[in-house]
Protein backbone atom coordinates (compact mmCIF):
# COMPACT_ATOMS: atom_id res chain seq x y z
CA UNK A 1 0.00 0.00 0.00
CA UNK A 2 1.96 3.17 -1.31
CA UNK A 3 1.15 5.93 -3.66
CA UNK A 4 2.83 5.31 -6.64
CA UNK A 5 4.19 9.35 -7.50
CA UNK A 6 6.29 9.24 -3.57
CA UNK A 7 7.66 5.79 -4.67
CA UNK A 8 8.96 6.80 -7.70
CA UNK A 9 9.95 10.09 -6.18
CA UNK A 10 11.87 8.35 -4.03
CA UNK A 11 13.37 5.73 -6.37
CA UNK A 12 14.27 8.96 -8.49
CA UNK A 13 11.92 7.47 -11.14
CA UNK A 14 11.30 9.93 -14.01
CA UNK A 15 7.46 11.07 -14.01
CA UNK A 16 5.23 13.73 -15.21
CA UNK A 17 3.59 14.64 -12.06
CA UNK A 18 5.11 15.28 -8.72
CA UNK A 19 3.53 14.16 -5.39
CA UNK A 20 2.19 16.60 -3.25
CA UNK A 21 1.98 17.30 0.99
CA UNK A 22 2.52 19.39 3.23
CA UNK A 23 4.33 19.68 6.73
CA UNK A 24 1.31 20.21 9.72
CA UNK A 25 -1.01 19.73 6.43
CA UNK A 26 -3.23 18.35 9.49
CA UNK A 27 -3.28 21.19 12.01
CA UNK A 28 -4.96 24.44 13.22
CA UNK A 29 -5.92 26.14 9.27
CA UNK A 30 -8.20 23.34 9.04
CA UNK A 31 -12.02 23.28 10.31
CA UNK A 32 -11.78 19.66 10.69
CA UNK A 33 -9.20 19.68 13.04
CA UNK A 34 -10.89 23.22 14.91
CA UNK A 35 -13.75 20.73 14.93
CA UNK A 36 -11.91 18.29 17.04
CA UNK A 37 -9.85 20.58 19.20
CA UNK A 38 -13.28 22.26 20.25
CA UNK A 39 -13.93 18.76 22.33
CA UNK A 40 -10.37 16.98 23.15
CA UNK A 41 -7.07 18.65 23.95
CA UNK A 42 -4.02 18.82 21.69
CA UNK A 43 -2.55 15.88 23.50
CA UNK A 44 -5.35 14.51 23.27
CA UNK A 45 -5.60 14.20 19.95
CA UNK A 46 -1.67 13.34 19.43
CA UNK A 47 -2.00 10.05 22.24
CA UNK A 48 -5.11 8.61 21.78
CA UNK A 49 -4.40 7.03 18.19
CA UNK A 50 -8.05 7.04 17.35
CA UNK A 51 -8.20 10.45 17.24
CA UNK A 52 -4.86 11.05 16.07
CA UNK A 53 -5.61 8.76 13.02
CA UNK A 54 -9.17 11.34 12.55
CA UNK A 55 -6.74 14.60 12.26
CA UNK A 56 -4.21 13.06 9.99
CA UNK A 57 -7.24 11.45 8.07
CA UNK A 58 -9.15 14.83 7.40
CA UNK A 59 -6.80 16.91 5.36
CA UNK A 60 -6.35 13.45 2.91
CA UNK A 61 -10.50 13.57 2.38
CA UNK A 62 -10.51 17.02 1.49
CA UNK A 63 -7.71 17.79 -0.41
CA UNK A 64 -6.12 14.45 -1.47
CA UNK A 65 -2.72 14.87 -0.51
CA UNK A 66 -0.56 12.34 -1.67
CA UNK A 67 0.97 11.52 1.60
CA UNK A 68 -0.38 11.33 5.06
CA UNK A 69 1.93 12.27 8.28
CA UNK A 70 1.60 10.65 11.27
CA UNK A 71 -0.39 13.05 13.72
CA UNK A 72 1.88 13.93 16.71
CA UNK A 73 4.43 16.05 18.36
CA UNK A 74 8.33 15.86 18.37
CA UNK A 75 8.70 16.94 21.59
CA UNK A 76 7.16 13.64 23.00
CA UNK A 77 10.51 11.77 23.34
CA UNK A 78 11.37 14.43 25.83
CA UNK A 79 8.19 14.34 27.74
CA UNK A 80 9.21 10.06 27.78
CA UNK A 81 12.79 10.44 28.97
CA UNK A 82 11.01 12.35 31.70
CA UNK A 83 11.40 16.29 31.35
CA UNK A 84 7.16 16.11 31.87
CA UNK A 85 5.56 18.76 28.89
CA UNK A 86 2.45 20.41 28.57
CA UNK A 87 0.63 22.64 26.09
CA UNK A 88 -0.35 26.11 27.02
CA UNK A 89 -1.69 28.95 25.07
CA UNK A 90 1.65 29.99 24.20
CA UNK A 91 3.00 26.80 23.63
CA UNK A 92 4.59 23.84 24.46
CA UNK A 93 6.25 23.89 27.71
CA UNK A 94 8.74 21.41 29.55
CA UNK A 95 8.70 20.96 33.12
CA UNK A 96 12.61 21.48 33.69
CA UNK A 97 15.46 22.52 31.72
CA UNK A 98 18.71 20.30 30.79
CA UNK A 99 21.71 20.72 32.40
CA UNK A 100 24.29 18.30 32.63
CA UNK A 101 24.04 17.49 36.07
CA UNK A 102 20.12 16.70 35.87
CA UNK A 103 21.34 13.65 33.25
CA UNK A 104 20.94 11.33 35.84
CA UNK A 105 17.54 11.94 36.59
CA UNK A 106 16.33 11.12 33.24
CA UNK A 107 14.98 7.95 32.02
CA UNK A 108 16.52 4.95 30.03
CA UNK A 109 15.83 4.50 26.80
CA UNK A 110 13.83 1.04 27.64
CA UNK A 111 11.49 2.95 29.65
CA UNK A 112 11.02 5.91 27.25
CA UNK A 113 10.31 3.73 24.19
CA UNK A 114 7.18 2.50 26.32
CA UNK A 115 5.80 5.61 26.59
CA UNK A 116 5.85 6.56 22.61
CA UNK A 117 3.89 3.66 21.70
CA UNK A 118 0.26 5.29 21.23
CA UNK A 119 2.36 6.47 18.09
CA UNK A 120 2.69 2.49 16.37
CA UNK A 121 -0.90 2.61 17.26
CA UNK A 122 -1.82 5.70 15.39
CA UNK A 123 0.18 4.77 12.64
CA UNK A 124 -1.66 1.27 12.05
CA UNK A 125 -5.08 2.83 12.28
CA UNK A 126 -4.04 5.91 9.90
CA UNK A 127 -2.98 3.48 7.58
CA UNK A 128 -6.62 1.98 7.52
CA UNK A 129 -7.92 5.15 7.08
CA UNK A 130 -6.16 6.64 3.66
CA UNK A 131 -6.65 4.46 1.15
CA UNK A 132 -4.33 1.86 -0.66
CA UNK A 133 -2.82 4.70 -2.91
CA UNK A 134 -1.80 6.82 -0.05
CA UNK A 135 1.87 6.90 1.60
CA UNK A 136 2.36 6.71 5.48
CA UNK A 137 5.13 8.28 7.24
CA UNK A 138 6.37 9.34 10.36
CA UNK A 139 8.64 11.86 11.96
CA UNK A 140 10.42 12.48 14.74
CA UNK A 141 13.04 15.53 15.68
CA UNK A 142 16.49 15.84 15.02
CA UNK A 143 18.92 15.44 17.79
CA UNK A 144 20.08 18.39 17.86
CA UNK A 145 16.27 20.30 17.68
CA UNK A 146 15.65 18.01 20.77
CA UNK A 147 18.90 18.80 22.64
CA UNK A 148 17.63 22.82 21.99
CA UNK A 149 14.46 21.96 23.17
CA UNK A 150 15.26 20.66 26.55
CA UNK A 151 18.04 23.41 26.82
CA UNK A 152 15.87 26.50 26.40
CA UNK A 153 12.46 25.53 25.48
CA UNK A 154 12.27 26.77 22.22
CA UNK A 155 14.36 27.67 19.03
CA UNK A 156 14.10 31.41 19.44
CA UNK A 157 17.13 33.75 20.16
CA UNK A 158 21.09 32.99 20.00
CA UNK A 159 20.94 29.25 21.47
CA UNK A 160 23.76 30.54 23.66
CA UNK A 161 23.48 27.87 26.51
CA UNK A 162 22.78 25.23 23.66
CA UNK A 163 25.96 26.13 21.91
CA UNK A 164 27.76 26.36 25.59
CA UNK A 165 26.63 22.84 26.54
CA UNK A 166 26.61 21.25 23.16
CA UNK A 167 30.62 20.59 23.24
CA UNK A 168 29.67 18.76 26.61
CA UNK A 169 26.98 17.20 26.67
CA UNK A 170 27.96 14.08 24.68
CA UNK A 171 26.02 11.26 27.74
CA UNK A 172 22.62 13.24 26.82
CA UNK A 173 23.28 12.80 22.53
CA UNK A 174 23.98 9.83 22.89
CA UNK A 175 20.90 8.85 25.22
CA UNK A 176 18.58 10.97 22.54
CA UNK A 177 20.38 9.05 19.58
CA UNK A 178 19.57 5.91 20.95
CA UNK A 179 16.06 6.53 22.07
CA UNK A 180 15.60 8.10 18.39
CA UNK A 181 16.41 4.89 16.86
CA UNK A 182 13.89 3.21 18.89
CA UNK A 183 11.27 5.71 18.13
CA UNK A 184 12.23 5.34 14.14
CA UNK A 185 11.89 1.37 14.78
CA UNK A 186 8.74 1.92 15.94
CA UNK A 187 7.06 3.97 13.74
CA UNK A 188 8.17 1.59 10.43
CA UNK A 189 7.70 -1.47 12.08
CA UNK A 190 4.06 0.05 12.37
CA UNK A 191 3.74 0.54 9.06
CA UNK A 192 5.55 4.27 8.17
CA UNK A 193 7.18 3.63 4.66
CA UNK A 194 9.66 6.57 5.74
CA UNK A 195 10.48 8.50 8.72
CA UNK A 196 11.18 12.15 8.57
CA UNK A 197 13.61 13.96 10.53
CA UNK A 198 12.72 17.20 11.20
CA UNK A 199 15.52 19.39 12.02
CA UNK A 200 14.49 22.74 12.63
CA UNK A 201 17.07 24.47 14.94
CA UNK A 202 19.66 23.10 12.66
CA UNK A 203 19.94 26.71 10.83
CA UNK A 204 20.97 28.19 14.08
CA UNK A 205 24.27 26.93 13.65
CA UNK A 206 27.40 28.10 11.31
CA UNK A 207 27.46 25.21 8.53
CA UNK A 208 31.11 24.13 10.13
CA UNK A 209 29.38 23.45 13.70
CA UNK A 210 26.54 21.75 12.07
CA UNK A 211 28.73 19.66 10.17
CA UNK A 212 31.13 19.42 13.76
CA UNK A 213 28.61 18.70 16.42
CA UNK A 214 25.34 17.89 14.32
CA UNK A 215 25.76 15.79 10.99
CA UNK A 216 27.43 12.94 12.96
CA UNK A 217 24.67 12.12 14.73
CA UNK A 218 22.55 12.16 11.46
CA UNK A 219 24.94 9.76 9.84
CA UNK A 220 24.58 7.56 12.61
CA UNK A 221 20.72 7.55 12.78
CA UNK A 222 20.42 7.55 8.74
CA UNK A 223 22.87 4.39 8.46
CA UNK A 224 20.43 2.37 11.19
CA UNK A 225 18.03 2.66 8.45
CA UNK A 226 19.73 2.80 5.29
CA UNK A 227 17.01 4.64 2.87
CA UNK A 228 14.37 4.84 4.83
CA UNK A 229 14.77 8.29 6.40
CA UNK A 230 14.42 11.57 5.11
CA UNK A 231 15.90 15.24 6.84
CA UNK A 232 14.36 18.14 6.64
CA UNK A 233 16.28 21.53 8.07
CA UNK A 234 14.98 24.54 8.72
CA UNK A 235 17.63 27.80 7.70
CA UNK A 236 20.22 26.09 6.54
CA UNK A 237 22.10 26.77 3.16
CA UNK A 238 24.20 24.45 0.67
CA UNK A 239 27.56 25.62 2.35
CA UNK A 240 25.91 22.77 5.12
CA UNK A 241 25.78 19.77 3.12
CA UNK A 242 28.89 20.30 1.17
CA UNK A 243 31.09 17.63 3.17
CA UNK A 244 31.93 13.86 1.69
CA UNK A 245 30.22 13.02 4.99
CA UNK A 246 26.68 14.51 4.39
CA UNK A 247 26.91 12.89 0.66
CA UNK A 248 27.50 9.82 1.81
CA UNK A 249 24.61 9.27 4.42
CA UNK A 250 21.91 7.14 3.03
CA UNK A 251 18.89 9.47 3.66
CA UNK A 252 15.76 8.29 1.80
CA UNK A 253 15.94 12.07 0.34
CA UNK A 254 15.92 16.10 2.19
CA UNK A 255 13.46 18.55 1.85
CA UNK A 256 13.99 22.28 1.47
CA UNK A 257 12.88 25.32 2.76
CA UNK A 258 12.01 28.24 0.21
CA UNK A 259 15.21 30.34 1.02
CA UNK A 260 16.16 27.75 -1.58
CA UNK A 261 16.53 28.02 -5.64
CA UNK A 262 15.15 24.77 -5.72
CA UNK A 263 14.36 24.49 -9.30
CA UNK A 264 17.74 26.01 -10.12
CA UNK A 265 19.64 23.49 -7.98
CA UNK A 266 17.51 20.88 -9.22
CA UNK A 267 18.87 21.59 -12.86
CA UNK A 268 22.22 21.32 -11.52
CA UNK A 269 21.57 17.43 -10.46
CA UNK A 270 20.90 18.52 -6.79
CA UNK A 271 21.52 15.34 -4.61
CA UNK A 272 22.79 11.73 -5.96
CA UNK A 273 19.43 9.56 -4.46
CA UNK A 274 16.03 9.99 -3.33
CA UNK A 275 13.31 12.67 -2.99
CA UNK A 276 13.79 16.15 -3.43
CA UNK A 277 11.20 18.10 -1.06
CA UNK A 278 9.67 21.56 -1.31
CA UNK A 279 9.65 24.60 -1.38
CA UNK A 280 7.12 26.80 -1.61
CA UNK A 281 6.78 29.86 0.69
CA UNK A 282 3.87 28.86 3.11
CA UNK A 283 3.19 32.56 3.99
CA UNK A 284 1.89 33.13 0.35
CA UNK A 285 -0.73 30.63 0.82
CA UNK A 286 -2.40 33.75 2.79
CA UNK A 287 -2.82 35.80 -0.22
CA UNK A 288 -6.00 36.94 -1.98
CA UNK A 289 -6.98 33.97 -4.25
CA UNK A 290 -6.33 35.90 -7.43
CA UNK A 291 -3.20 37.10 -5.63
CA UNK A 292 -2.21 33.92 -5.06
CA UNK A 293 -2.91 31.76 -7.97
CA UNK A 294 -0.92 34.42 -10.20
CA UNK A 295 2.20 33.61 -7.29
CA UNK A 296 1.79 29.81 -7.63
CA UNK A 297 1.61 30.15 -11.30
CA UNK A 298 5.33 32.25 -10.99
CA UNK A 299 6.63 29.92 -8.43
CA UNK A 300 6.13 26.83 -10.89
CA UNK A 301 7.26 28.02 -14.04
CA UNK A 302 11.35 27.52 -13.44
CA UNK A 303 9.97 23.84 -12.78
CA UNK A 304 8.12 23.73 -15.91
CA UNK A 305 10.82 24.66 -17.95
CA UNK A 306 12.85 21.52 -16.67
CA UNK A 307 12.38 18.70 -18.22
CA UNK A 308 10.56 15.37 -16.64
CA UNK A 309 14.15 14.09 -16.41
CA UNK A 310 15.22 16.76 -14.43
CA UNK A 311 12.86 16.94 -12.02
CA UNK A 312 13.06 13.29 -11.22
CA UNK A 313 12.86 12.65 -7.45
CA UNK A 314 10.53 16.27 -6.52
CA UNK A 315 8.15 16.15 -4.12
CA UNK A 316 5.89 19.69 -4.36
CA UNK A 317 5.59 20.85 -1.16
CA UNK A 318 6.12 24.18 1.16
CA UNK A 319 9.09 25.43 2.31
CA UNK A 320 8.25 25.11 6.08
CA UNK A 321 4.03 23.71 7.59
CA UNK A 322 1.10 25.34 6.71
CA UNK A 323 0.51 28.38 8.88
CA UNK A 324 -2.46 28.75 11.24
CA UNK A 325 -5.15 30.66 9.64
CA UNK A 326 -4.15 29.78 6.10
CA UNK A 327 -7.36 29.81 3.65
CA UNK A 328 -8.33 26.36 2.99
CA UNK A 329 -9.61 27.36 -0.21
CA UNK A 330 -5.68 27.99 -0.93
CA UNK A 331 -4.41 24.66 -0.10
CA UNK A 332 -7.11 22.88 -2.38
CA UNK A 333 -6.19 25.05 -5.30
CA UNK A 334 -2.32 24.15 -4.48
CA UNK A 335 -2.99 20.58 -4.89
CA UNK A 336 -5.09 20.75 -7.53
CA UNK A 337 -3.13 23.54 -9.83
CA UNK A 338 -0.01 22.06 -9.55
CA UNK A 339 -1.87 17.98 -10.68
CA UNK A 340 -3.36 20.39 -13.88
CA UNK A 341 0.10 21.61 -14.80
CA UNK A 342 2.42 18.83 -14.41
CA UNK A 343 0.60 15.73 -16.61
Request: a neutral charge.
Given at each position: ?242 SNLWREIPWAGQGYDHRWNLAKEMSRGLGSRGFIQGNFDQSLLHLEPSEFRKTLLTYLEPYLRLSSLERKGWVCAL ?25
Amino acid sequence: MTNLNFKNAIQRIEQPTPPIWMMRQAGRYHSHYRKLREKHSFMELCKVPELAAEVAYGPMAEFDFDVSILFSDLLFPLEALGFGLEYTDEGPRLGFSFTPDRFRELNPVDVAIEKLRFQAQALKLTRERIGKNKSLIGFVGGVFTLFVYAIEGGHAGQLINTKKLLRQSENFLERLHALLVQNVKLQLDAGAEVVMVFDTAAGELSPLDFQTYVQPWLAKLAHEFPNRLGYYSKGTQSSFFDSNLWREIPWAGQGYDHRWNLAKEMSRGLGSRGFIQGNFDQSLLHLEPSEFRKTLLTYLEPYLRLSSLERKGWVCALGHGVLPKTPEQNVKYFVEFVRKTFV
